[in-house]
């Protein structure tokens, strides 16, 4: 159950894109098209952007995208905004029936 | 509208046991899977249980095996998490999460959480 791989910062100016990157294994990210995207804000509870690789919930930003090849998953924001500035978290789930997340990545706003 | 509410943190010994649980409105729990998830001070998220509607399946991290067990009370719309053995690397924000109605067992609306601090 090791948790997956994510950068532990981006950083990007207003207007740009910037990409976040999730890499697990053949039993996690690269088995099934169940990998998440949740965005968090100091003190708040998770919020879910991205669910199976790259399907957005109603509400989310189209700013947002999600694509996966192998075994890496990656969550692509564009149009920079200053709101989101956040921590981002992937998920996948596992060929053990169990969830596992990323270590995390803080998005700073230049 | 979803409402998933913690209750059951708070400061406990090493060694020492606590109950979480996770008073769920607006929407009926016997059809969802759910989860817990845990923030330790300052880090990432931590998958900790899942269990499926019916509480057949019940899935743990390595951690947590033998030491932690959740159920559910459908009837009651309830959730719980008994943390046995507790120790200081437990300590963190513990979320329950509802899975999505669209993504099986995601974890999609989540609760405000409870803390849970083991010290001595």
């Known amino acids: 159950q090791s948790a997956l791989t994510q950068p532990a910062s981006v950083s990007g100016s207003p207007g740009q894109s910037v990409t976040i990157s999730c890499t697990g294994t053949?039993?996690?990210?690269?088995?099934?098209?169940?990998v998440s995207w949740y965005q968090q804000y100091p003190g708040k509870a998770p919020r879910i952007i991205i669910y199976?690789?790259?399907k957005r919930p109603s509400g989310a930003s189209d700013r947002f995208s999600g694509s996966k090849s192998g075994n890496t998953a990656s969550l692509t924001i564009s149009g920079l905004q200053a709101e989101d500035e956040a921590d981002y978290y992937c998920n996948s789930y596992t060929t053990s029936s169990t969830l596992v997340f990323g270590g995390g990545t803080k998005l700073t706003v230049l | 509208e979803v409402q998933l509410v913690e209750s059951g943190g708070g400061l406990v010994q090493p060694g020492g046991s606590l109950r979480l649980s996770c008073a769920a409105s607006?929407?009926?729990?016997?059809?969802?899977?759910m989860t817990w998830v845990r923030q330790a001070p300052g880090k990432g998220l931590e998958w900790v249980a899942n269990i499926k509607q019916d509480g057949n399946e019940r899935y743990y991290v390595d951690s947590g095996k033998g030491r932690f067990t959740i159920s559910r009370d459908n009837a009651k719309n309830s959730l719980f998490l008994q943390m046995n053995s507790l120790r200081a690397e437990d300590t963190a924000v513990y979320y329950c999460?509802?899975?999505?109605?669209?993504?099986?067992?995601?974890?999609?609306?989540w609760g405000q959480g409870t803390l849970v601090t083991v010290s001595s």
């Open positions: 607006g929407f009926t729990l016997s059809t969802f899977w």
């Open positions: 053949r039993s996690d990210v690269g088995a099934y098209n169940y």
């Open positions: 199976d690789v790259s």
């Open positions: 999460a509802r899975a999505g109605v669209v993504a099986g067992i995601t974890p999609w609306d």
